[in-house]
């Protein structure tokens, strides 16, 4: 679980993302999913786990795509339409003036992390294409 985002940090839409590649690259169980869930959200898992599915639901097939995964994916997608909902990105403006450019920081440096702060906390979903020239 360490590999995702918290969903209080980053909102419900970024940790949903997250979990599909989540699910895809370590294929856990549903089960399994509860446990690291109830471990990583701590109170936040309340919000989610009103209907979360009963039994040990696993991918069938190694090929994500395959139609006997029809009903893991389903469950999956599900919880994580639930955690964007549950989860909405907050706009902190704190923490993006509080990312200030550091003494012999280059320019790249700092907006590079400008940016990070900006798409973590501003409640936006940042550009696909954006290109930075200098």
Not at 14 to 24: N, P, S, Y
Not at 102 to 121: F, I, K, P
């Amino acid at each position: 679980m360490t590999h995702l985002p918290s969903s209080a940090d980053v909102g419900g839409l970024k940790f949903a993302d997250e979990l599909r590649i989540f699910c895809r690259e370590f294929q856990p169980t549903i089960t399994e999913l509860r446990r690291l869930f109830m471990a990583k959200m701590g109170n936040g898992w309340t919000k989610v786990s009103a209907v979360y599915p009963n039994g040990d639901v696993r991918l069938a097939n190694p090929d994500w795509d395959h139609v006997d995964n029809a009903i893991y994916r389903g469950h999956v997608d599900n919880l994580s339409e639930r955690m964007r909902e549950a989860f909405p990105v907050r706009m902190d403006m704190t923490k993006i003036t509080a990312c200030k450019q550091e003494n012999g920081e280059s320019l790249r440096a700092y907006l590079v992390r400008l940016t990070d702060a900006h798409n973590t906390h501003s409640g936006l979903t940042a550009p696909q294409n954006l290109k930075i020239v200098f």
